[in-house]
């Protein structure tokens, strides 16, 4: 089934969790420091440990009769970067596609609800938008590798994790000349700009205005569910944002920024529960219909994706009947993953069990948006005995997306 069908029949569609990263996380396999995991298809290790990664993420799909969109390992399978790996004219991008493609054959009938997007990536530093190219020079320099995927049989063409406007013209550019569907997937700040400090809206603008055809539709990914939400609600975004354009995610499991996750040694990440519940919210209030992970996921997070949204398709509870969420005490709490009707009664619980503790000093996370979390947590702690005084966080503390509130001691 080709990608627009697909669209059009399935209100949501599961992507892959993490890959390079899971890889680099769970494993001692050496990934190549060029081209990544692109080379992993020629050795009988590397082909076992990602056809295992891939089928993981294809059952939990078809677990819950969900189509999902695959990637093929060639984020980092430019004409250069092969040639620095020693791969030039091996033809990796064709045989990373014919990977796939026997892993999609061996699931018979429902291989009709698997997608396989050509995966590509930016020139340089995903996180550095400072070194990307200017637009004509990524159109010429990310020709090779369209025509390379598009030759292969792709269903799709995917470029991820794009800091930059400039770059992100220049590859759709060369994208159109694939014959194709396509799909720009951009990194973002929680203020809803790309990396260059470009707004979103104005780099979809941009792209459409120039790109012919355009693109099917764009995403973000490399970014946490909750950091979106922020910067879709900042922005007044109804339930079709930015015009019914953005309609995907690969969020991280972790709400730091890039920076600071870019070279981190352990694991920063929400449990799969909590995640779930942040992405499927973005799927009922913003209408995103191309939902899966990034940093930090693994087959668990993407297991209760499809499973929570298949409660909810089915008639089920859905995230209402979720195993009740096991809050750390910590002076801390993050109510980006909770339902406003959750807030009344979460804000005193948690302040009660912190004083128990002899924590008074809490820091309470609701997220800049459109402020009226803000406020309904500030009616709360107005009206609590307890609470001596509260104020907005500074800027190394949240800012105005988070609450400092002073207990009196028991």
């Known amino acids: 089934m080709d990608f627009q069908t697909l669209i059009e029949?399935?209100?949501?569609?599961?992507?892959?969790?993490?890959?390079?990263?899971?890889?680099?996380?769970?494993?001692?396999?050496?990934?190549?420091?060029?081209i990544a995991n692109a080379g992993m298809i020629y050795d009988a290790e590397g082909s076992a440990l990602l056809s295992s990664i891939y089928r993981e993420y294809i059952d939990a799909a078809k677990r819950h009769g969900l189509p999902i969109l695959i990637l093929t390992p060639t984020w980092r399978a430019s004409r250069d970067r092969l040639e620095r790996a020693g791969l030039a004219g091996t033809g990796v991008n064709r045989d990373c596609s014919a990977f796939l493609s026997?892993?999609?054959?061996?699931?018979?009938?429902?291989?009709?609800?698997?997608?396989?997007?050509?995966?590509?990536?930016?020139?340089?530093?995903?996180?550095?938008?400072?070194?990307?190219?200017?637009?004509?020079?990524?159109?010429?320099?990310?020709?090779?590798?369209?025509?390379?995927?598009?030759g292969a049989g792709v269903d799709l063409l995917v470029a991820s994790t794009l800091p930059s406007i400039r770059e992100a013209a220049g590859m759709a550019?060369?994208?159109?000349?694939?014959?194709?569907?396509?799909?720009?997937?951009?990194?973002?700040?929680?203020?809803?700009?790309?990396?260059?400090?470009?707004?979103?809206?104005?780099?979809?603008?941009?792209?459409?205005?120039?790109?012919?055809?355009?693109?099917?539709?764009?995403?973000?990914?490399?970014?946490?569910?909750?950091?979106?939400?922020?910067?879709?609600?900042?922005?007044?975004?109804?339930?079709?944002?930015?015009?019914?354009?953005?309609?995907?995610?690969?969020?991280?499991?972790?709400?730091?920024?890039?920076?600071?996750?870019?070279?981190?040694?352990?694991?920063?990440?929400?449990?799969?529960?909590?995640?779930?519940?942040?992405m499927l919210r973005l799927h009922t209030d913003f209408g995103m219909s191309i939902l899966g992970g990034c940093c930090g996921t693994d087959t668990r997070h993407i297991e209760r994706l499809a499973g929570m949204y298949a409660e909810l398709r089915d008639g089920g509870p859905g995230d209402e009947a979720a195993e009740p969420v096991e809050l750390p005490i910590d002076g801390t709490l993050d109510l980006h993953t909770f339902r406003a009707n959750e807030v009344k009664d979460l804000v005193p619980e948690y302040l009660t069990a912190c004083r128990e503790r002899g924590i008074l000093d809490v820091r309470i996370i609701h997220g800049k948006g459109t402020g009226a979390l803000r406020e309904t947590v500030h009616a709360i702690l107005r009206r609590l005995p307890y609470v001596e005084r509260f104020r907005l966080a500074g800027e190394d503390g949240g800012g105005w997306g988070a609450t400092i509130v002073t207990l009196n001691p028991e």
């Not at 355009?214 to 909750?226: E, F, K, Q, W």
């Open 173 to 278: 550019a060369a994208m159109v000349g694939g014959g194709l569907p396509y799909i720009l997937s951009f990194i973002i700040r929680a203020n809803g700009n790309l990396m260059d400090g470009t707004p979103l809206r104005e780099a979809i603008a941009t792209i459409d205005a120039a790109a012919r055809p355009a693109p099917s539709c764009y995403m973000l990914n490399c970014v946490h569910p909750d950091n979106v939400r922020d910067a879709l609600a900042a922005g007044s975004h109804t339930a079709a944002p930015l015009g019914g354009r953005l309609i995907g995610l690969q969020g991280n499991a972790s709400r730091r920024s890039p920076e600071e996750l870019d070279g981190r040694a352990g694991l920063d990440a929400d449990p799969p529960e909590r995640w779930a519940r942040a």
């Open 102 to 150: 026997r892993i999609r054959d061996d699931y018979g009938e429902y291989g009709e609800k698997i997608l396989i997007g050509g995966l590509m990536g930016g020139r340089g530093d995903a996180y550095d938008p400072e070194g990307a190219p200017d637009a004509e020079s990524a159109r010429a320099y990310h020709s090779f590798q369209v025509e390379e995927l598009a």
């Open 9 to 34: 029949r399935n209100p949501l569609i599961v992507t892959e969790g993490s890959v390079i990263e899971r890889i680099k996380r769970e494993t001692r396999y050496h990934l190549d420091g060029d």
